[in-house]
């Protein structure tokens, strides 16, 4: 047995499963996890130990999946999203085990660009996390995060704002990396469920 394969610049362990012909050169696969069929995977992301990407799910550049991230049907994740260890999604808010739903007949879930989503965060379908969210280990989302949103607890509350850097921003929205965001303070007041301060592309 060879320590990996390599195809189109590709790396999978010898016990990672990759089905999938759209995964992007300098992707690794790792062992035991699993990519199906019809599963999109951009360029230079890491999919760790026992992490499942179903067919008919979409996954940007650079995105860090960390081991048993459940990924299925109808989920996007943009570029430069970090998922923790055991980060779940989900794509039918009422599953019946006699009933198979795909397609349309699933709610659709989009990760924005620069999230994060801690250790065994839970994203109900039909959802959508802003970029630079930072979603806490555990959280479960139930509606929209908006940009920049830092969201805790079951269900899932917004309780603050994090900057592009990953840290939570203080009262005066000043990191210490040096971004300031007091600008945009109206903005970041707004509603969880403004869709226009999400993000996406």
């Known amino acids: 047995m ?23 050169s300098g992707t690794r696969i790792w062992a035991f996890a699993h990519v199906l069929e019809g599963a999109e995977i951009g360029r230079d992301c890491n999919v760790g130990d026992g992490a499942y990407v179903e ?19 109808r989920v996007t994740v943009e570029d430069d999203v970090f ?8 794509n039918d808010l009422n599953p019946r085990a006699h009933i198979n739903r795909s397609g349309s007949e699933l709610l659709a879930t989009k ?3 620069g999230a994060t989503l801690g250790a065994q965060a839970v994203v109900v379908c039909g959802t959508t996390v802003g970029q630079h969210a930072f979603i806490a280990a555990g959280a479960i989302v139930t509606r929209d995060v908006p940009a920049h949103g830092f969201v805790v607890g079951n269900p899932g509350r917004l309780i603050g704002w994090a900057c592009e850097c990953g840290l939570r921003l203080p009262a005066d929205l000043a990191c210490t990396c040096g971004r300031n965001y007091a600008n945009s303070a109206d903005e970041l007041s707004s509603s969880l469920i403004e869709r226009d301060l999400l993000g996406c592309t």
């Open 55 to 73: 067919g008919g799910a979409r996954v940007g550049d650079r995105v860090t999946i960390k081991n048993q991230v459940m990924i299925f049907e």
């Open 111 to 113: 990760v924005c660009r």
């Open 2 to 24: 060879t320590a990996f394969s390599m195809r189109d610049g590709v790396f999978v362990h010898p016990r990672g499963l990759c089905e999938s012909a759209t995964v992007g």
């Open 83 to 90: 998922l923790g260890p055991g980060v779940t999604f989900t």
